[in-house]
Each structure stands twice: as C-alpha cells, then as structure tokens.
C-alpha cells in the first residue's frame, strides 16, 4: 500500500516544487529501474515517495504504465540513466567502505534511500544533508512502511550554499576518520562559486584513504539541447524545465581542482557504463546527457 503522508510546505523546501521536484523525477525512475526485467538497481521505497507527494501521484512507476514503454525518451531513455547512476554510485560507496571507510556523506540526498536498501559493513554511519522539508519528508514516508535503516543514518538538515560544514561535524562526523563521500545530481544545481566552496570543503573533511564521487556537466552551452527530446519531454510530461534550474554560468574544473589537491581522480561519460553493463542510455544527435560525466576521486595520503 502507498502511504498517505501529507506534503510539505513548499515554502519551507519541500518537494513539491522546483529542484525538490527533481527528487521525485530520479525516485519514480529508480522506480522503474526496480521493476525492470533486467534491473541494475533496486529500491522497493521509490514507489512510496512517488504516491505521497502531490506532484507525482500518478507519474509512471513501471516501464509497462508508460504508453511508449522504453521509447518515451522522460520514462525511458532518462530512466534508464537514473538506472543506471544508481548503480554505478551504489557500486562505488559500497567499494569504499569495503576498503575501509565508515562514514559516508551524500550531499544533496534528496530521496536517497541508500541507507536502507543497501548492505553496509558493521560500523558504518550514513550523514543524509539535505533541506529540512526534503528530509522530513523522506523520514515520513519511510516511517508510514516500517523502513529500517541497514546503517545508523544521520539526517542534518542544512542548506548546501550555507554552513553545511558546521552542521555536519555537530552531527558526530569524524574529519580524522576514512569518508566516502557522494553528490549525486547535485553541482550543476548550484552556482560556480558554491561548488568550488564544497569540493575545498571535502578536500578540508576528508581524511586519508577517503573517497569523492559527483556528476558534472561539461556542455558549453547548455541552450543548445533545449529542443533535445529528454528536456522537452520532461517539460511536457511533467512540467518540469531542468534548463531554467541548471545553473547557466561556466562551470569550474573542480576535477582538476582536486587532483592539484593530491586527490587520484578518473573521469568517465556514463556511455562507458552502459557498455560495461550491457544496458543503459547510448549516445543519440542532439544529445542532453552528452556532456554529463561521472567524477570519482581518492585520497590516499
């Protein structure tokens, strides 16, 4: 059953509108992905945010609720990245506290439901920042299906462009201790100047043997894609132009940044992924993920 919870305010930064509405686009996704034959990924709670929240009740939670099925490029071909995302970065936090870190930390965690669908070592502590409303949220919607965290999970409601560092130490985070740390659909959100300000930030946190990994656009000119089929099918379908969210000024090499850092950083497009899984988007003209790259960063020392 689909739990009732009643909507935030979306004056408080609730999920009804504006980027917290993007939350719920890459929910109904992992949605989706949750139900598909061939899965990469799995998050049975997906669903429930989607049904709560007044703005996705009746969006599309199973490929075969799609009219187009795969070929709806918002439900197929965008789905099938968030899919795929998904798997890639759940790989990655589960290699890095394999190899030793116990802290993890997802800015910008939206509808991350990672601390209760994935396996965690003993030990480990998920901080989930993100916007009061955004969490509170979440926290009903879990609660109403009995969810239990696999982690100790640590919401800290913060604003990513205010004093999130304070508000995360206060809330038990160790900077002397390994970290593996993941923003998820987060930097092109946000002005150039704030990313610059979070990376130096996690370079400050981050203590040796600890891990970053983010998404970042490359395209020059973001307007170019605006006739793209996955943008204009996502403002039609669901009203929601990603184009007027996204941040419109160059963006800073925060890649290169960490790697004068002495962090080891690789650099991957997300086609590189879909080859090695055998599923997931493929190029097409005219493309809006074509300048989208995953980022994944160590220190060692």
């Given at each position: 059953m689909t739990a009732d919870v009643t909507q935030p305010d979306t004056g408080t930064g609730g999920v009804d509108g504006g980027v917290g509405v993007t939350a719920l686009l890459v929910a109904a996704s992992r949605a989706i992905e949750t139900h598909r034959r061939d899965s990469l990924a799995q998050d049975l709670f997906a669903e429930h945010f989607v049904r709560a929240a007044r703005?996705?009740?009746?969006?599309?939670?199973?490929v075969d609720q799609v009219p187009d099925g795969e070929a709806d490029p918002l439900w197929g071909r965008f789905a099938r990245y968030f899919g795929l995302r998904t798997r890639v970065f759940d790989d990655f936090l589960l290699q890095a506290v394999h190899a030793g870190a116990r802290q993890v930390v997802l800015?910008?965690?939206?509808?991350?439901?990672?601390?209760?669908?994935?396996d965690w070592p003993p030990g480990c502590v998920i901080f989930e920042l993100d916007r009061e409303g955004v969490l509170a949220f979440k926290h009903r919607v879990l609660d109403a299906v009995a969810a239990t965290p696999k982690a100790a999970r640590v919401p800290v409601?913060?604003?990513?462009?205010?004093?999130?560092?304070?508000?995360?130490?206060?809330?038990?985070?160790?900077?002397?201790?390994?970290?593996a740390w993941l923003a998820e659909g987060l930097l092109f959100y946000l002005p150039g100047a704030v990313e610059t300000r979070l990376i130096a930030a996690v370079d400050r946190l981050?203590?040796?043997?600890?891990?970053?990994?983010?998404?970042v656009k490359l395209d020059k000119d973001l307007m170019a894609h605006r006739d793209?089929?996955?943008?204009?099918?996502?403002r039609r379908q669901i009203g929601i132009d990603l184009?007027?969210?996204?941040?419109?000024?160059?963006?800073?090499?925060?890649?290169?940044?960490?790697?004068?850092?002495?962090?080891?950083?690789?650099?991957?497009?997300?086609?590189?992924?879909t080859l090695r899984f055998g599923r997931g988007p493929l190029p097409?003209?005219?493309?809006?993920?074509?300048?989208?790259?995953?980022?994944?960063?160590?220190?060692?020392?």
């Open positions: 703005a996705s009740a009746d969006w599309p939670v199973r800015l910008g965690a939206g509808l991350d439901a990672r601390a209760y669908r994935l409601p913060t604003d990513l462009r205010a004093d999130w560092v304070r508000a995360l130490t206060d809330a038990g985070f160790d900077p002397n201790t390994p970290s981050a203590a040796a043997e600890s891990a970053l990994a983010f998404e793209s089929p996955l943008y204009t099918e996502t184009l007027d969210l996204f941040a419109k000024e160059a963006r800073p090499d925060s890649a290169g940044d960490l790697a004068a850092r002495g962090w080891s950083t690789a650099v991957a497009t997300p086609y590189d992924f097409e003209p005219n493309d809006a993920l074509g300048g989208n790259r995953w980022v994944f960063a160590h220190r060692r020392s």
